[in-house]
């Protein structure tokens, strides 16, 4: 069975830009939550979308905002970039609806804005 | 909301020495319990996982785990480390009948030859 898939791996981008990151779960998995990694933050929740609703979400402007496909796929948007979203994001996926599901990571999108 | 605390940030090991990684949470009710690893340029990958049962979980690469409900705690252990376990290892917690998780800030695991 396939992992999960980020797409790009990697992407440069400029102050002011916005940006999409792309997230394929494992097949059959309906839940989708999007993290941001950072050195001095660690792992900070974003949000988590299961059947193409959102159900959580963390402490972030509005200028990041996500969503899911009928497919399970995901997507996140960051608009209006900034030097401190370098980061690496990282999306994981889970198969059930409650926390007894563990989260399976994809191998992230590094993100530096310039 | 959980709050889990890994308190060694970093832990220097010589090879095939044991190694304890210290994982406490916060919350008073149920919980269950998972430790994942991340290696260089990856994503986190699932070491263990604690739902019910047996307090002792035995997980991959010879790494176990056993959860104190008393002491709110779920420390990961291994006998003897390899070059290999050099690591960020993170410590997970979400509530029964949640569905949110919460992560520690990770311990850095530098095994030295």
């Known amino acids: 069975k396939a992992g999960v898939t980020q797409t790009p791996r990697y992407l440069i981008k400029t102050r002011g830009q916005q940006v999409t990151l792309s997230c394929s779960p494992i097949?059959?998995?309906?839940?989708v939550s999007w993290y941001q990694q950072t050195p001095g933050q660690g792992l900070q929740f974003l949000f988590e979308?299961?059947?193409?609703?959102q159900r959580n979400k963390g402490n972030f402007p509005g200028r990041f905002s996500g969503r899911q496909f009928s497919n399970s796929r995901s997507e996140m948007n960051v608009s209006t970039l900034e030097l401190g979203d370098s980061a690496l994001y990282l999306c994981?996926?889970?198969w059930g609806q409650g926390g007894d599901s563990p989260l399976h990571f994809g191998n992230g999108t590094r993100l530096t804005v310039t | 909301a959980q709050s889990v605390t890994q308190l060694d940030s970093q832990v220097p090991v010589f090879e095939e020495a044991p190694v304890e990684l210290r994982c406490n949470y916060s919350s008073s009710v149920s919980v269950y319990l998972f430790w994942y690893v991340q290696y260089p340029n990856q994503g986190l990958q699932l070491l263990l996982k604690y739902l019910s049962g047996s307090t002792l979980v035995k997980g991959i690469n010879g790494f176990e785990a056993e959860f104190n409900k008393s002491q709110t705690s779920f420390h990961l252990r291994k006998p003897s480390v390899h070059i290999s376990d050099t690591a960020e290892y993170f410590c997970?917690?979400?509530?029964?009948?949640?569905?949110?998780?919460?992560f520690g800030t990770g311990t850095s695991l530098t095994v030295i030859p």
């Open positions: 997970a917690v979400s509530e029964v009948g949640g569905n949110q998780f919460y």
């Open positions: 097949s059959g998995h309906r839940s």
């Open positions: 994981a996926s889970s």
């Open positions: 979308y299961f059947s193409e609703t």
